[in-house]
């Protein structure tokens, strides 16, 4: 019921392309979906949310698409540089999780020059 | 805004000795800590729920005495590891919530301690 699955593992994208990180949830009383960018050795730093009453949100090269009715969000990153290789986490909160996130498994993305 | 510091970034410490990690916010006040344990390419695994001037809440299957938590202020959580053993070598890194009127799920991220037991 807590659980959070993303999707894929591993991603490899070419500079200038899309990367595209899927997550699906199974709780419908969450209501709070961030995904986060961690670099190897650092904390995760948060890089968009979204909340349920909108089913996207842009901001910059990053957008969260929403669908509530499939229980799927996901993360669409635009013209992928290499500075953009870090592992994407999603998250989601809600409910009775009294502010606890649970995150899915992690996508090691990595933009090749 | 928002930043989360740890202290210190590193670690390294001898089997049966105890180690204590600060987690702070430096530019708001935390009602709510949280602290994670993460494993090399692995996910982020909450450990416990700090919240200012009250016992912590473990995760099921974190035991209490060894990872001791004290949320001291709005500001600063402690997580002290005791008599560390290497199987406690991993990356610890804790989390804030902005203390605001309403609930609020966002969370802010510290850089993260690597415990090293030798």
């Known amino acids: 019921q807590q659980q959070v699955k993303q999707s894929p593992q591993s991603l490899i994208v070419q500079k200038g392309g899309i990367s595209i990180i899927n997550c699906a949830y199974e709780?419908?009383?969450?209501?709070?979906f961030p995904w986060y960018q961690q670099f190897p050795g650092k904390g995760p730093a948060l890089l968009i949310a979204?909340?349920?009453?909108?089913s996207e949100k842009k901001e910059g090269r990053f957008t969260i698409s929403f669908n509530k009715s499939a229980k799927q969000f996901s993360l669409h990153i635009m013209d992928s540089q290499p500075g953009d290789s870090a592992t994407y986490f999603c998250?989601?909160?809600?409910?009775?999780?009294?502010?606890?996130?649970?995150f899915g498994q992690g996508t090691i993305l990595t933009v090749h020059p | 805004g928002a930043v989360v510091s740890q202290h210190p970034s590193r670690v390294i410490c001898k089997s049966g000795t105890s180690v204590k990690i600060e987690c702070r916010s430096l530019?708001?006040?935390?009602?709510?800590m949280f602290w994670y344990r993460q494993f090399p390419k692995k996910s982020l695994m909450l450990m416990a729920t700090?919240?200012?001037?009250?016992?912590?809440?473990?995760e099921q299957g974190v035991e209490k005495d060894k990872f001791l938590i004290n949320h001291a202020s709005l500001t600063l959580s402690t997580l002290t590891v005791t008599s560390a053993h290497p199987e406690d070598s991993s990356f610890y890194i804790c989390?804030?919530?902005?203390?605001?009127?309403?609930?609020?799920?966002?969370?802010?991220f510290g850089p993260g301690t690597r415990l090293t037991v030798l």
């Open positions: 989390s804030a919530a902005p203390r605001s009127g309403g609930a609020t799920d966002t969370q802010y």
């Open positions: 709780n419908t009383a969450f209501d709070y």
């Open positions: 979204i909340r349920p009453d909108v």
């Open positions: 998250a989601a909160a809600g409910g009775s999780s009294y502010g606890k996130l649970t």
């Open positions: 530019d708001f006040q935390a009602t709510t």
């Open positions: 700090s919240n200012e001037g009250s016992k912590a809440t473990y």
